[in-house]
């Protein structure tokens, strides 16, 4: 008894949470008894009375163990497998809006249809975040059976799909889809003109899988939508012909003020810094080849964004290199995200930088974009009423979600003890020496049919390692960016005896490494080029069991990665549902992560330890030191995102105004009394200009009447106002209303020969229009601001503070601006416009060709 109590006492809070937890998963486990005597059409009837409860009383909690209980047997119905305890853990922990850390292997996709059931339940919708389209579609179509069969719907919401089969996706009771899709279609619906061009609904419950690459990893970049703008693409390939005239600063003298470089590189931030002796040196240059006039200077304010563009261009020569940062194919630059691995078809890197890299390959440059609407990941998801997520490796990033999404992470313990045996990292002096360390490791599991997954940071690296096993006659897969579209069968089938495949990233693969392969496979299927007296003619009992004797899935990464989740996530692939295993990863000195960020004492010692060539050092100091590199750049990566959070922190306030007001007008059929609003708020500002003491004296009324004219086209006879009564002169509050009543009065009278379909869809378009506009530009004014907000902590000013107030000015006066041209616009079109091109108005809206009035009406429109 004291013993229970001492154990209880010193408890992790984890161990807590899952012990509190125990009693609910028994109770879940009592009711399945009562289950196993309904037939199928019983136990569907379940969600209809489900649904009834929730609708008199019952709360989603109170229904949960029979909701749970209900999901498991109907999926020993459908796809013959029972959830685990510990699945049902994760379910648990998911509906209470935490992160469930699940190793690979333990069931994430079908323990995410327990939480995923009981919030469909309310109606709301359920989106299931995924990394890719691959993802989203598997997971979809093999857990529809599941869901249609106790009478939900299931979505898809993919990229290329059209809008009204994501209008479908979304009204489903459960949608599977894509961070990037999700959060682009939130940033298109608040684009729309009209309410049934939107296609989401209010935003519930998102479940994310992989929660850490998405949260984490693609956090450091916002969702941008941009249009194409017109440029000068000449420019990127004359400053890119300039390149080769600068020189790299020597490392070792970086810090001496000398001629012996104009720019050297920051590899730890990825930047780019010119010395004064090369800010002469471009000045040069750029006055050589006409850019400059002689004897001008390159500090002049219309001449700074030449520093700008070549800064660009020495990036795209220095630090973004093909077939790591990115790959070139049809003749386009495509990105490859660093994190998984996988090409980012479809995005573009933004400030010019993609136009410089094209100009570096030699490549067709495309236009310039500007952003056309916006948002961080991380306030995009928080837009949800309830949030949680899934993923093999979240303990090391806690912190980082419970201070930023308010999220609590929970380890699942696994269903079958793990057994994988992780051996310490083996560290050689070169990276020849580790590349010959790694391929004889490969040899040694290929001669025992021992199958491997070697791991590298970049596709050079696997090609690389590719070429010399071709030279040494071993088989081998080659799982990067330029072989996306294999990625399923290639992950599926590296279990099987001798196997040997080479991945570029394993983060959010989504695909479970069977010791033996798949067990579905027809040895007739010509595609997999099965040899004579081979192994794969052989049952998968017979696989499965030479591999477990050969040790199983051994894992080699070939270098430590930046984060130590995506090394977790490397060796998670091997050791699932209690398989042996094992992993080691092979380091060198000319590694990235220990020349930049490790000690200099640690490479000293290991320098002088006395190792030759060949040889390698492994010691649990050196461990422990590799780690403390990697938890380096983990809180610089984690200082980076949340700074850019806190950034738009600030734009996501204004973004709210904008998106509620946008709401408000897009759900009216008739926001004519709110342009009458805009209206009177427009003249009050301009009778105010000329009051002065409460009163107002004839000249001044005399120019404020021309005034009106001008801005209202307000035509009067002179003193018309005065001849009706003198008193106005003293009683100037009299006066303002007579102005704005029959202002109000005129533009009512100009508009009533226009019947209300027609004049209440042009005041709605050019509102809406309008706004768009200014908070287009808004937008791209405040991102310059925030490159350059920097700058003011040489003045000893907080940038942060500076830009929060900066940019609320901006905002204030964008807002007036909006108003402004508002009333600007449509007195235009009624007043002068309209009777000139009353028939186009009249036929597009009749035809309700409502994308070509809309365009129409923004080649009317005038902004100032």
């Not at 998963?25 to 309904?38: A, H, R």
């Not at 949608?175 to 608040?190: A, I, K, Q, W």
């Not at 899934?390 to 419970?402: S, V, Y």
């Not at 060198?588 to 640690?602: G, H, K, T, Y």
């Amino acid at each position: 008894m004291l013993g229970k109590i001492i154990n209880k006492f010193f408890m992790s809070r984890n161990e807590r949470i899952l012990q509190n937890l125990n009693d609910l998963v028994i109770k879940i486990n009592l009711l399945e008894k009562n289950l196993l005597k309904l037939s199928d059409n019983e136990l569907k009837k379940k969600t209809n009375e489900f649904k009834l409860r929730l609708k008199y009383g019952d709360t989603i909690d109170s229904l949960l163990p029979e909701a749970f209980s209900v999901v498991r047997e109907a999926s020993k119905r459908v796809f013959g497998m029972r959830h685990f305890d510990v699945q049902i853990l994760g379910g648990i922990i998911l509906h209470r809006q935490c992160i469930a850390e699940m190793r690979t292997g333990e069931g994430k996709t079908l323990t995410a249809t327990l939480p995923a059931y009981l919030n469909a339940l309310l109606g709301n919708g359920v989106h299931i975040v995924t990394m890719n389209d691959y993802l989203a579609k598997r997971d979809a179509n093999k857990n529809r059976i599941l869901f249609e069969f106790l009478g939900l719907s299931v979505g898809i919401n993919i990229a290329g799909i059209s809008q009204e089969d994501k209008k479908i996706a979304y009204l489903a009771d459960i949608t599977y889809g894509t961070n990037h899709e999700y959060g682009f279609d939130y940033l298109r619906d608040n684009m729309v003109f009209c309410r049934t061009q939107k296609v989401q609904r209010k935003l519930y419950f998102a479940l994310i899988d992989e929660v850490d690459s998405i949260l984490i990893d693609e956090a450091r970049t916002p969702l941008v939508v941009s249009g194409s703008i017109e440029n000068s693409n000449t420019l990127y390939q004359k400053i890119n012909s300039l390149v080769s005239f600068l020189i790299p600063k020597n490392k070792k003298n970086s810090n001496k003020i000398s001629q012996l470089g104009d720019f050297y590189i920051d590899y730890k931030q990825r930047q780019i810094h010119l010395t004064e002796t090369g800010l002469i040196k471009i000045e040069k240059l750029l006055v050589k080849y006409n850019f400059l006039l002689k004897k001008e200077s390159l500090y002049l304010s219309k001449n700074i964004f030449f520093v700008h563009h070549m800064l660009l261009a020495l990036k795209a020569h220095y630090i973004f290199l093909k077939n790591i940062d990115y790959i070139i194919q049809n003749r386009k630059i495509i990105i490859v995200d660093e994190h998984t691995g996988r090409v980012m078809s479809g995005r573009r890197w933004s400030d010019g930088l993609h136009q410089a890299i094209e100009a570096k390959e030699g490549l067709c440059i495309q236009n310039d974009n500007q952003t056309l609407a916006a948002i961080t990941l991380q306030n995009y998801f928080r837009l949800y009423t309830k949030l949680s997520g899934m993923t093999g490796t979240a303990a090391t990033e806690a912190f980082e979600f419970n201070s930023i999404y308010n999220l609590d992470t929970v380890v699942i313990p696994t269903n079958q003890p793990m057994i994988r045996s992780d051996m310490p990292d083996l560290i050689y002096l070169s990276e020849i020496d580790k590349i010959n360390a790694v391929i004889s490791d490969i040899r040694d599991c290929v001669i025992r049919k021992q199958p491997v997954l070697v791991g590298t940071v970049s596709i050079e690296k696997s090609e690389q390692i590719s070429r010399l096993l071709k030279k040494i006659n071993i088989p081998h897969n080659v799982l990067n960016a330029k072989k996306h579209a294999q990625e399923a069968e290639i992950i599926s089938q590296a279990g099987e005896p001798s196997a040997v495949t080479i991945a570029t990233n394993m983060a959010g693969r989504g695909t479970d490494i069977v010791l033996g392969g798949i067990n579905d496979r027809s040895k007739n299927n010509k595609k997999y080029n099965f040899k004579k007296n081979s192994l794969f003619v052989k049952s998968w009992d017979e696989k499965n069991k030479l591999v477990v004797k050969s040790g199983g899935l051994h894992i080699i990464g070939t270098e430590r990665h930046e984060s130590r989740r995506i090394d977790n996530q490397l060796r998670g692939r091997s050791g699932r549902q209690g398989d042996p295993g094992s992993s080691r990863f092979y380091l060198s000195l000319d590694d990235s992560l220990i020349r930049l960020f490790a000690s200099d004492n640690i490479i000293n010692f290991i320098r002088t330890i006395g190792i030759k060539p060949g040889q390698s050092i492994k010691h649990p100091w050196l461990s422990i030191a590799i780690e403390s590199a990697q938890k380096k750049i983990e809180n610089q990566n984690f200082d980076t995102r949340k700074q850019l959070l806190e950034y738009d922190n600030i734009v996501n306030e204004q973004r709210a105004v904008i998106y509620n007001e946008r709401d408000k007008l897009i759900n009216q059929s008739n926001i004519h009394d709110h342009v009458l609003s805009i209206l009177k708020d427009r003249i009050y500002f301009c009778i105010k200009q000329y009051v002065s003491g409460g009163k107002i004296s004839i000249d001044s009324f005399l120019a404020l009447e021309k005034e009106l004219k001008n801005n209202f086209y307000y035509i009067k006879p002179k003193n018309k106002f005065l001849a009706h009564d003198t008193s106005l002169y003293k009683n100037v509050d009299k006066l303002i209303e007579l102005i704005v009543a029959t202002i109000q009065f005129n533009y009512n009278k100009q508009i009533t020969s226009i019947a209300h379909k027609y004049s209440y869809m042009i005041e709605k378009s050019v509102v809406l229009q309008i706004l768009d506009i200014f908070w287009i530009e808004h937008l791209n004014s405040v991102d310059f601001l925030r490159h350059s907000i920097h700058l003011r902590g040489y003045a000893q000013q907080d940038p942060q503070q500076e830009y929060k107030r900066e940019s609320f000015f901006m905002f204030q006066t964008m807002l007036e601006g909006i108003k402004n041209n508002v009333i600007k616009n449509l007195i235009n079109i009624f007043y002068i416009d309209f009777e000139r091109k009353k028939n186009t108005y009249i036929n597009l809206i009749d035809q309700k060709d409502y994308n070509s009035f809309h365009i129409f009406i923004m080649k009317s429109i005038d902004i100032k």
